[in-house]
């Protein structure tokens, strides 16, 4: 693994010398076993994600390799989703990819369902739960697909500001 300064600039736009020091040192805090990863238990160590309900869709999102850990790399590029620096477009697509469980590009019915129930808890019934995303289906779902694409989401999303509000200074 090299050090800080040897992560190219596309890899990281969003971060300067000095923040990518602060976060390698923050990897490195986090890395219990010193393996070079960040296991999902490791990753439960930060504060701001301990009582995120959304936190293992989070880890997975970061995970872009799918082997089940986050490595600096991937720490670095998912962190730079949440940059005061990074776009609107990055912000609204790590806000899809939470919903796109299976990677196709598309929200479906059931994703929206496991994602909103992982939030909602058991505060809804899931007949209730069932109704409130069927509704939303049916509403965003512009070309009658069954599915929301990234595009019918950042319609009404990026109209919310979100990306504003998904962000952390480093």
């Known amino acids: 693994m090299g050090n800080e300064a040897s992560y190219p600039k596309e890899m990281c736009p969003h971060f300067d010398r ?4 602060r976060l390698r040192k923050s990897f490195k805090k986090l890395d219990s076993d010193s393996s070079g990863a960040l296991s999902v238990d490791e990753f439960m ?5 301990k009582e995120n309900p959304l936190v293992q869709r989070v880890i997975e999102v970061f995970d872009t390799d799918g082997d089940g850990e986050v490595d600096f790399e991937e720490f670095i590029v998912g962190t730079s989703n949440f940059s005061v620096r990074g776009d609107g477009e990055q912000k609204l697509r790590f806000a899809f990819n939470i919903y796109d469980i299976d990677r ?6 059931g994703e929206l369902f496991q994602v909103l129930k992982m939030m909602v ?8 739960l069932q109704q409130l995303v069927d509704k939303t289906i049916i509403t965003l779902d512009k070309d009658g697909d069954g ?3 990234f595009e019918e989401f950042s319609a009404v999303v990026g109209s919310l500001d979100l990306h504003k509000k998904l962000v952390v200074i480093v």
Request: no cysteine; hydrophobic share 25%; proline share 4%.
């Open 104 to 109: 196709d590009g598309y929200i479906s019915n």
């Open 18 to 21: 000095d923040e990518i020091k």
């Open 147 to 149: 599915k929301l694409s």
């Open 121 to 128: 808890g058991d505060n809804l019934e899931d007949w209730q």
């Open 45 to 49: 160590k930060l504060p701001e994600l």
